[in-house]
Nanobody
Framework: QVQLVESGGGLVQAGGSLRLSCAAS????????MGWFRQAPGKEREFIAAISWRTGSTNYADSVQGRFTIFRDKAKNTMYLQMNSLKPEDTAVYSC?????????????????WGQGTQVTVSS
């Protein structure tokens, strides 16, 4: 059983930065993929970024490419999302997710384990 806990959300002005953390309990096997999703009020859940625990290879949504960076620290069993040049459109609840043997990393339905979510609000 994998449990995920997010932290690092908050209120920031446009152009600012935040770093989100997702700490996993227990061991994450090399077959796992971990990712970040967000959902704004009245909108569909949106894929942000994903990373392979084994290889470190990453995928990004076009909306955050060049501004956000996903990375992991295997020793700490923690995944991070570094968010720079934040825009008001980035305001949403951000959730981390994980599962094993995921082939389509952008599909939320492929992930079984989810964190509680953390609010990110970007003011103009």
């Amino acid at each position: 059983q994998v449990q995920l806990v997010e932290s690092g959300g908050g209120l920031v002005q446009a152009g600012g930065s935040l770093r989100l953390s997702c700490a996993a309990s227990g061991r994450i096997f090399s077959t796992y993929t971990m990712g970040w999703f967000r959902q704004a009020p009245g909108k569909e859940r949106e894929f942000i970024a994903a990373i392979s625990w084994r290889t470190g290879s990453t995928n990004y949504a076009d909306s955050v490419q060049g501004r956000f960076t996903i990375f992991r620290d295997k020793a700490k069993n923690t995944m991070y999302l570094q968010m720079n040049s934040l825009k008001p459109e980035d305001t949403a609840v951000y959730s981390c997710a994980a599962d094993e043997f995921i082939r389509t990393v952008v599909a939320a339905s492929g992930y079984h384990y989810w964190g509680q979510g953390t609010q990110v609000t970007v003011s103009s």
